[in-house]
C-alpha cells in the first residue's frame, strides 16, 4: 500500500498516519512480535512480500517456512519485575492462506523457528529498533520436536540448551544453513 495515499473523504490524512497511531508501541507484544517478523524478513532479503495475516508460518524462503516468535524482559505496560522469557511452540491447526485451508490436526507448520528475542532491559530508554538490542536463536522444527516433543512453551534456558544465539548480522545464514539452503 502507498504509504502517501490519502483517506477517502478526509483531507491531508494518509494511510502512514494510521499506522503511526495504531503501530507505534513497537514494544507491545503484539507489534513486538510483528516486528521480528519483519526483522526476520529483512534478514532474508524477502520484506518486499508483505505478510499475511494468520497464515500458518510468519515468512518463506525458497519453499521454505520459518515460524518467528518473540519475547521480552520488559514490556509497555506497568511492571513491577522482568517478564520471564516463554517462547509459544505449541502446536496448532494451522491455516493456509493459499488454499484457504485449515488442518485437521494440530502441527508446527514451519520448516524452522527463530526465536527472537529483545534482550534490553532499561525501560525507560528502550530502543526496540536498534537491532543490536535482539539476540536471534534458530532451531529446525525437527530438533525443536526431536528436543521439547509436546512441549506447548519454552524457556529462554531450555532454548539455550539446544541453540547458541545469533546477532543480526549473521541470521540470515544462521536460517539459511539450518533450512539447508
Known amino acids: ?13 494518509h494511510v502512514v498516519d494510521f499506522w503511526a497511531w495504531a503501530y507505534s508501541d513497537v514494544l507491545s507484544n503484539r507489534n513486538r512480535a510483528i516486528l521480528a517478523e519483519y526483522l526476520v524478513s529483512l534478514s ?33 505496560w506497568a511492571q513491577e519485575k522482568e517478564s520471564k522469557i516463554i517462547f509459544d511452540i ?10 484457504n485451508k485449515v488442518s485437521d490436526v494440530p502441527i508446527r507448520a514451519a520448516d524452522c523457528y ?15 529498533l536498534d537491532v543490536e538490542n535482539w539476540q536471534f536463536y534458530v532451531l529446525s522444527t525437527r530438533d525443536l520436536t526431536n528436543s521439547f516433543g509436546e512441549q506447548k512453551s519454552l524457556s529462554l534456558s531450555r532454548l539455550k ?13 544462521q536460517i539459511r544453513k539450518t533450512l539447508d539452503i
Open 1 to 13: 500500500m502507498n504509504p502517501t495515499a490519502e483517506f477517502q473523504g478526509i483531507n491531508n490524512v
Open 44 to 76: 532474508l532479503q524477502v520484506a518486499d512480500n508483505p505478510r499475511v495475516e494468520w497464515d500458518a508460518t510468519d515468512v518463506s524462503l525458497s519453499g521454505k517456512k520459518i515460524e518467528v516468535k518473540s519475547s521480552a524482559y520488559v514490556q509497555s
Open 90 to 99: 505449541s502446536k496448532k491447526k494451522a491455516w493456509d492462506a493459499e488454499t
Open 114 to 128: 527463530v526465536f527472537c528475542l529483545y534482550t534490553n532491559r532499561d525501560k525507560e530508554n528502550t530502543a526496540v
Open 161 to 173: 540448551k539446544v541453540s547458541d544465539a545469533v546477532a543480526y548480522d549473521n541470521l540470515s545464514q
